[in-house]
């Protein structure tokens, strides 16, 4: 399983960004993903995530409204709409693999967002 997170960068406050998560080494398709960020010294926060068909999502509180996750199971890719940015939001993003039970059972490598005037 390989999953590699982009499209970090540097934005200011009200901004927007889209994340992408190329998925390989398993049948995308097939599983739950999430994407968690963590601050830091904070702890890992579960931010959203989404079903295999992409029919179901999930948001926690503190982006519901503002980001919207997606998938495209034709290109093995996971997408995070970043918008109304905070510097809060300040943190390194990862995609997640669902395994059994929605547990996490593989992480990517992150990509850092900065949220800074």
């Known amino acids: 399983v390989q999953l590699q997170a982009s499209g970090g960068g540097l934005v200011q406050p009200g901004g927007s960004l889209r994340l992408s998560c190329a998925a390989s080494?398993?049948?995308?398709?097939?599983?739950?993903m999430y994407w968690v960020r963590q601050a830091p010294g904070k702890e890992l926060e579960r931010l959203s995530s989404?079903?295999?068909?992409?029919?179901?999502?999930y948001y926690a509180d503190s982006v519901r409204g503002r980001f919207t996750i997606s998938r495209d199971n034709a290109k093995n890719t996971l997408y995070l709409q970043m918008n109304s940015l905070k510097v809060e939001d300040t943190a390194v993003y990862y995609c997640?693999?669902?395994?059994?039970?929605?547990?996490?059972?593989?992480w990517g490598k992150g990509t850092q967002v900065t949220v800074s005037s």
């Open positions: 997640a693999k669902a395994g059994s039970s929605w547990s996490m059972d593989y």
């Open positions: 080494g398993f049948t995308f398709s097939n599983y739950g």
């Open positions: 989404i079903t295999g068909s992409g029919r179901n999502t």
